[in-house]
């Protein structure tokens, strides 16, 4: 049989924080990580409340304490820790204490996943500039050249950035380029068709480049054309029929 003090030892070892609580929300265990995370300290700790521990903790992080209200387990990959002098973001698990087949307590494991998080919002906000990048090519042309990560933005973010790139350029035309789009789906074409019409209520005239053979058929069958747009082979030849009719 393991004693107590040889299973504090294995919790201490661990590179996870570890925190049980009682049905009272008493905290019975604690190990290193947890009081290295939690920047709190064993003796102040132990025996007590959460809830008076923690007492300006926000509803929305006490998923220890929820999972004995509603005797369901979590788990998150990554929630923000956002409170007091806490600015972390947390993977968690919680977990049923039983003894036999009575419910005893709660526990929850968790490690600091703040470095990660903050590394993917700056892919995310990367890819959400790359997939608005509005090129100026004269005093009223402008490119944008479509890049297939356009599927992983928010469209709303490329409806908002988008429009208001081509606008503070003042400029009267559009080109969008999909020599880069492989593959389209009705969602796709759904994006690109409600961007368009956007711009088009700003007085921009949008010509479309480089749609690929398998796009084109993919288009024709998932979507309507579009009657008021113009559609050239290559960007080359957009240009080639746009500059001239500006002059």
Known sequence: MINLATSEKVLDGLSVG???????????TINDAAIELLQVRKEDIMG???YETFSDAPEDVRYVERTIDTQEEIYLEAIPYMWGGYHKYFSIRTKLLRERNDVIGAMVEFYDVTKA?????????RMEDMAVNVIPLTNSIALLPLQPIIDEVEFHYILDKGIKNVARMKVNNLIIDFSSIATVDYAFIDK??????????????????????????????RSEPLPHTEFFPSLQAALNRLIPEIQ
């Open 18 to 28: 570890v925190l049980a609580i009682d049905l009272e929300y008493r905290v019975t």
């Open 48 to 50: 007590r409340s959460v």
């Open 117 to 125: 998080e903050e590394q993917h919002k700056e892919l995310i906000n």
């Open 192 to 221: 690109v068709k409600t961007f368009i019409k956007s711009l088009e209520l700003l007085g921009i005239k949008v010509r479309i480049s480089g749609v690929r053979p398998i796009v084109a058929l993919e288009w024709q069958k």
